[in-house]
């Protein structure tokens, strides 16, 4: 059974750079043929793709977000990490981790991820 647990700091100030990490039990981040993903959902509003990191390394990321976002991983440490930089207010989200499945599934498509992490809530205040 896969899991995926998510951490970090639930309060960033503006302008500053959000970190997240999530950390994957039951299965590796390195098999093929799946990919690693971060989906967040603003409150009141409906879950929004940022983007992915594959099993070979190679990261995806939403054109909507591409400029402020980066996604990295750690393969000793089963982790991959999202960077989302020059927060404001209105990043302000419930951000979850989940893995999709490339032979499956379209990567930008949220309901196509079969296993979710809890989620961590991050809140964009001064």
């Known amino acids: 059974q896969v899991q995926l647990q998510e951490s970090g700091p639930g309060l960033v100030k503006p302008s500053q750079t959000l970190s997240l990490t999530c950390t994957v039990s039951?299965?590796?981040?390195?098999?093929?043929?799946?990919?690693w993903g971060w989906i967040r959902q603003p409150p009141g509003k409906g879950l929004e793709w940022m983007g992915a990191i594959a099993y070979s390394g190679k990261p995806y990321y939403s054109p909507s977000l591409k400029s402020r976002t980066s996604i990295s991983r750690d393969t000793s440490k089963n982790q991959f990490t999202l960077q989302l930089s020059s927060v404001t207010p209105e990043d302000t989200a419930r951000y979850y981790c989940?893995?999709?499945?490339?032979?499956?599934?379209?990567?930008?498509?949220?309901?196509?991820?079969?296993?979710w992490g809890q989620g961590t809530q991050v809140t964009v205040s001064s």
């Open positions: 989940a893995r999709g499945d490339f032979t499956t599934a379209t990567m930008s498509r949220v309901d196509e991820y079969d296993y």
């Open positions: 039951g299965g590796s981040i390195t098999t093929n043929y799946y990919y």
